[in-house]
């Protein structure tokens, strides 16, 4: 079999290496004209001649079309990118996750990519969130800079249209940028129905212009990522009003169970004890008999909400019902649970309302204390143990927090 003769490989080569077609594209495209050359050679009925002008019309059109393998390829890559970012994205309803998903799928299309950042974007008061970022050394949990207002972020959230900075050193943008930073970057809006809910920004590591195939496959990554945020969104803000008291805004009894067995399943894992602490307040019948329930949900509305503040993050508080509240501590003691409960009360001191009368509101609270897993080993005996010690207090001692009866017998 007759391979193509050297000097066509090297006039083949060289127009590839011209339009930039890469090496291995390059290896394909030879195999192909030799495969093609081999089979011209077993049709004995073409002279010397013939094959001579055979092979350089071949050559022309390899040449002439090579773009469109070089092209092909990338778009088949691009597809596929776009395929496994769908399917990430459809597989959950999670924020982060969905945020993640796309930082991921970007950097692994867009060739020289550095850092990766997506902002979600609040347009009624103008304000950029940290949603995921992305660099050679993997996922983040905050970002590499803070936007600046007159920064590149900004600029793309309150314009919506893509901007793009080839060479960062010498773009006003970044004229007071850290002296370190270099490369090209484009900001992309994530726009649903018209309006911006993100931004994302990529930055490389060499300078120039984005291509037009990379810009391409940008829009469509952005255009599936707004879908996604808009999604999520709707998500957790149905999930949060559907775990979330209408009245005081407080997470409800539904919230407060599923909190409860999460913070059990951290307890078998830690071996940390927690407390479930249930509260009552003392006189708030009067308010509502005396003033109606307008005004009673007033009360609770302003005190529970004032209550709340200066919790520990980790802390809880949930409405149970009426004027109750559930509290539960996460890896706390009972000096500890005894030192918040004290501060309440301390708290509830502190509160003013102003009846309708002009009177001043006086209220107390009552409570009870249930620790883990000295008085119960389940959400159902915690909250039992909680609500007895309380029952105890109001009938006993308003305005105390009791410790509930440890449990007799063996815990299941």
Same mark, same amino acid.
């Given at each position: 079999?007759?391979?193509?003769?050297?000097?066509?490989?090297?006039?083949?080569?060289?127009?590839?290496?011209?339009?930039?077609?890469?090496?291995?594209?390059?290896?394909?495209?030879?195999?192909?004209?030799? =495969? !093609? %050359?081999?089979?011209?050679?077993?049709?004995?009925?073409?002279? &010397?001649?013939? @094959?001579?002008?055979? *092979?350089?019309?071949?050559?022309?059109?390899?040449?002439?079309?090579?773009?469109?393998?070089?092209?092909?390829?990338?778009?088949?890559?691009?597809?596929?990118?776009?395929?496994?970012?769908?399917?990430?994205?459809?597989?959950?309803?999670?924020?982060?996750?969905?945020?993640?998903?796309?930082?991921?799928?970007?950097?692994?299309?867009?060739?020289?990519?550095?850092?990766?950042?997506?902002?979600?974007?609040?347009?009624?008061?103008?304000?950029?969130?940290?949603?995921?970022?992305?660099?050679?050394?993997?996922?983040?949990?905050?970002?590499?800079?803070?936007?600046?207002?007159?920064?590149?972020?900004?600029?793309?959230?309150?314009?919506?249209?893509?901007?793009?900075?080839?060479?960062?050193?010498?773009?006003?943008?970044?004229?007071?940028?850290?002296?370190?930073?270099?490369? =090209? !970057? %484009?900001?992309?809006?994530?726009?649903?129905?018209?309006?911006? &809910?993100?931004? @994302?920004?990529?930055? *490389?590591?060499?300078?120039?212009?984005?291509?037009?195939?990379?810009?391409?496959?940008?829009?469509?990554?952005?255009?599936?990522?707004?879908?996604?945020?808009?999604?999520?969104?709707?998500?957790?803000?149905?999930?949060?009003?559907?775990?979330?008291?209408?009245?005081?805004?407080?997470?409800?009894?539904?919230?407060?169970?599923?909190?409860?067995?999460?913070?059990?399943?951290?307890?078998?894992?830690?071996?940390?004890?927690?407390?479930?602490?249930?509260?009552?307040?003392?006189?708030?019948?009067?308010?509502?008999?005396?003033?109606?329930?307008?005004?009673?949900?007033?009360?609770?509305?302003?005190?529970?909400?004032?209550?709340?503040?200066?919790?520990?993050?980790?802390?809880?508080?949930?409405?149970?019902?009426?004027?109750?509240?559930?509290?539960?501590?996460?890896?706390?003691?009972?000096?500890?649970?005894?030192?918040?409960?004290?501060?309440?009360?301390?708290?509830?001191?502190?509160?003013?309302?102003?009846?309708?009368?002009?009177?001043?509101?006086?209220?107390?609270?009552?409570?009870?204390?249930?620790?883990?897993?000295?008085?119960?080993?389940?959400?159902?005996?915690?909250?039992?143990?909680?609500?007895?010690?309380?029952?105890?207090?109001?009938?006993?001692?308003?305005?105390?927090?009791?410790?509930?009866?440890?449990?007799?017998?063996?815990?299941?």
């Amino acid at each position: 079999m007759t391979s193509m003769p050297q000097e066509t490989k090297r006039i083949i080569i060289e127009s590839l290496r011209e339009k930039g077609v890469e090496s291995s594209d390059q290896d394909f495209i030879l195999n192909l004209f030799d =495969s !093609i %050359i081999a089979t011209l050679n077993m049709d004995a009925t073409l002279t &010397v001649k013939d @094959m001579a002008s055979v *092979r350089h019309e071949i050559t022309s059109n390899i040449i002439d079309s090579s773009h469109l393998l070089t092209m092909l390829r990338q778009q088949t890559a691009e597809l596929d990118a776009l395929r496994r970012l769908s399917l990430h994205l459809s597989s959950s309803l999670d924020l982060v996750t969905v945020l993640r998903a796309v930082v991921r799928d970007a950097r692994d299309v867009l060739e020289n990519s550095r850092t990766i950042h997506i902002f979600l974007y609040n347009h009624e008061e103008d304000l950029l969130e940290f949603g995921a970022a992305l660099d050679e050394s993997g996922l983040k949990n905050k970002s590499f800079a803070e936007p600046r207002q007159n920064g590149l972020t900004y600029q793309v959230a309150r314009s919506a249209e893509i901007i793009t900075v080839p060479d960062i050193k010498k773009d006003p943008i970044y004229k007071d940028a850290p002296t370190e930073w270099e490369g =090209s !970057i %484009i900001g992309m809006p994530l726009k649903f129905e018209n309006t911006v &809910v993100g931004i @994302m920004s990529i930055s *490389r590591t060499v300078t120039g212009d984005f291509s037009k195939s990379d810009l391409r496959f940008l829009r469509l990554l952005a255009e599936q990522a707004a879908v996604a945020i808009s999604n999520a969104r709707v998500h957790a803000q149905i999930s949060k009003e559907a775990n979330s008291d209408t009245l005081t805004g407080l997470p409800n009894r539904r919230a407060l169970d599923e909190h409860l067995e999460s913070e059990l399943a951290s307890a078998h894992r830690t071996g940390h004890s927690f407390a479930t602490v249930m509260m009552d307040l003392d006189g708030f019948k009067e308010v509502n008999d005396k003033y109606g329930h307008p005004v009673g949900d007033e009360v609770l509305q302003r005190l529970f909400t004032f209550l709340a503040q200066g919790l520990r993050a980790s802390d809880f508080l949930a409405r149970y019902g009426g004027d109750e509240l559930t509290l539960v501590l996460h890896q706390s003691d009972m000096p500890a649970t005894k030192l918040v409960t004290d501060k309440m009360l301390d708290k509830l001191d502190k509160f003013v309302f102003t009846l309708p009368d002009g009177q001043e509101l006086n209220i107390g609270m009552s409570g009870g204390i249930a620790l883990y897993p000295i008085h119960g080993q389940t959400t159902s005996q915690l909250l039992r143990a909680a609500d007895e010690a309380l029952y105890r207090s109001k009938k006993h001692k308003r305005g105390r927090f009791f410790i509930a009866k440890p449990v007799t017998g063996h815990l299941t």
